[in-house]
């Protein structure tokens, strides 16, 4: 489309030009006939990222010489959450045509050629060339120019999708250009060059300045700009403005704040074993309350202690006798349980020698 194409400094180059000072004399330097039109068209990419002409690039004006100078910027944009970019595009659902680095242009360009191949059976060709297709031709496929103009109104207005598809790639870098021009070659000079240019390049220049141009590309200076995002509110910034905002409003630090947790832990803990001790009392305690007596009333015979002599008060309420009076009905401490029962014979004779004692 621009006539011939020279690129410096590509990928696939075995021998890279390095710089490794800035200035016009230790850039890149070029001067022939680039293009049909008077003139040529200059852009500046990365190694790993594809040429497009018709998105950027500069115009060269013939008889003249352009010294651009060049300073390097990166982007890194924040993805998952905080915004919609890709970092090598492997999640867009796009095949990239150009085997090459990931760009928003060649992500775009593969997602139309796709559309392309599947609307009109043929590839543009001006656009890379998918597995099992061919290229567009009119002996061929006679209606694919009406198809691709069709296309294009659709791919203009987006109806196919391929701008929602192909997301910004989370890091971009790109060269920020200055220009500027003068007259070249000199009247002084220009026999000179004319005559260099010819044995260099093997041809006769024969409109003169009209059909040379000179372009010196150079790095401005030895450093480059980065751009990156990050996030406006992290959790230490949460945390810093709620303890600002807490000490504003409530005149308290972190250290009120948790002298106030350990009371409020301290006070519940209190109240649980206030609470498991009223219950323990009031259930779990024999003896204690009505509840406790109907417990110990209710209990059986079996479940008493081996010392416990139960029939003695039964005995003592059989033998002959006067009635005891009420104040005496209290039994006496059992201290017999901790020996031995005695048998139903001694206690009957023990009753009969205190009833005869007792006879005036």
């Known amino acids: 489309m621009y006539g011939n194409c020279y690129t410096f400094n590509g990928k696939n180059n075995s021998n890279l030009w390095m710089s490794s000072m800035p200035g016009i004399k230790n850039g890149e330097m070029t ?16 190694q790993d990222e594809p040429a497009f002409m018709d998105d950027g690039g500069f115009n060269l004006r013939p008889g003249m010489e352009t010294s651009i100078s060049m300073r390097k910027e990166a982007l890194d944009r924040l993805g998952g959450n905080y915004g ?50 061919e290229f567009c031709d009119y002996r061929k496929h006679n209606s694919w120019g ?30 920020q250009l200055s220009a500027g021009y003068s007259r070249w070659p000199s009247v002084t000079s220009q026999d000179w060059i004319f005559q260099m240019l010819s044995r260099q390049n093997n041809y006769t220049i ?33 945390l810093s403005n709620l303890g600002s905002q807490w000490s504003l409003w409530f005149g308290s630090s972190v250290l009120s704040v948790v002298e106030m947790a ?7 803990v209190i109240t649980f074993l206030m609470l498991l001790r009223r219950f323990r009392s009031r259930y779990w305690s024999p003896g204690r309350g009505g509840r406790g007596a109907q417990e110990v009333a209710s209990t ?27 104040a005496l009905t209290a039994p006496p401490p059992a ?26």
Do not use: W
């Not at 296309?151 to 109806?159: I, P, T, Y």
């Not at 079996?302 to 002959?320: A, E, G, I, K, V």
């Not at 017999?336 to 005036?360: D, I, M, Q, R, W």
């Open 262 to 268: 350990e009371l409020i832990f301290d006070l519940l």
């Open 335 to 360: 201290y017999a349980t901790l020996g031995p029962c005695p048998s139903p014979s001694s206690l009957a004779g023990a009753h009969s020698s205190a009833y005869t004692l007792g006879k005036p």
């Open 84 to 133: 919609d970019c890709t970092k090598n595009g492997s999640e867009v659902p796009v095949e990239n045509l150009y085997r090459s680095k990931y760009t928003q242009q060649v992500c775009i360009r593969s997602c139309f050629q796709e559309n392309m191949i599947k609307q009109c059976g043929c590839a543009y060709i001006f656009y890379p060339l998918p597995k099992n297709a």
């Open 206 to 238: 024969n409109n003169k300045r009209n059909g040379v141009a000179k372009l010196n590309i150079f790095f401005k200076e030895l450093k480059y700009k980065t751009n990156s995002e990050s996030p406006s509110v992290t959790m230490v910034t949460l």
């Open 31 to 46: 001067s022939s006939r680039l293009s049909t039109v008077t003139g040529a068209r200059v852009m500046v990419h990365g």
């Open 146 to 175: 009406y198809c691709y103009y069709k296309l294009q109104d659709a791919f203009s207005s987006d109806h196919l999708g391929c701008f929602t598809k192909c997301r910004k790639p989370c890091s971009v870098t790109s060269y």
């Open 300 to 326: 059986p015979a079996s479940s008493f202690p081996s010392h416990f002599c139960p029939h003695s008060t039964s005995l003592s309420s059989s033998l002959p006798g006067p009635a005891i009076s009420p």
